[in-house]
């Protein structure tokens, strides 16, 4: 699958899972393109997918006026997509109307645990 459609992907799956029912299969390369044409209103989950599942430490795409950040998500075969999101712009911005999906960009993740200690400090009374 392209990036994109591995984006397509996700919505449709988050599209399905909004709705409480189950995905239609397969998902493929062949088939993702025309089930996302055929959803009626995938905006809901189309905003969720677009705000990403995590934030990485890949530099975003610049944006003049809006504030970026670079998110990813996983898909049920294991691979990674990643792509720009846009948000801010103010009072009249509109950052959804940006086009996300047709920059999106495979990704390769390299997970480890870490032990991490956490101090908390306060005065002594």
């Given amino acids: 699958m392209t990036p994109e459609q591995k984006i397509r992907h996700l919505i449709i799956l988050r599209h399905f899972d909004l709705a409480g029912e189950a995905p239609p299969a397969p998902i493929n390369s062949e088939t993702?393109?025309?089930i996302y044409s055929d959803l009626e209103d995938s905006w809901d989950a189309r905003s969720e997918v677009r705000q990403g599942m995590y934030e990485t430490d890949i530099s975003?795409?610049?944006?003049?006026?809006?504030e970026t950040r670079s998110d990813a998500d996983q898909l049920p075969d294991g691979s990674w997509v990643g792509w720009t999101y846009y948000y801010g712009g103010g009072k009249h911005?509109?950052?959804?109307?940006?086009?996300?999906?047709?920059?999106a960009y495979h990704l390769t993740v390299t997970e480890r645990e870490?032990?991490?200690i956490v101090r908390t400090w306060a005065k002594e009374s």
């Fill in 114 to 116: 870490q032990l991490v």
């Fill in 60 to 66: 975003p795409a610049y944006s003049r006026h809006y």
């Fill in 32 to 34: 993702v393109d025309d």
């Fill in 93 to 103: 911005g509109e950052p959804e109307a940006m086009e996300w999906m047709e920059h």
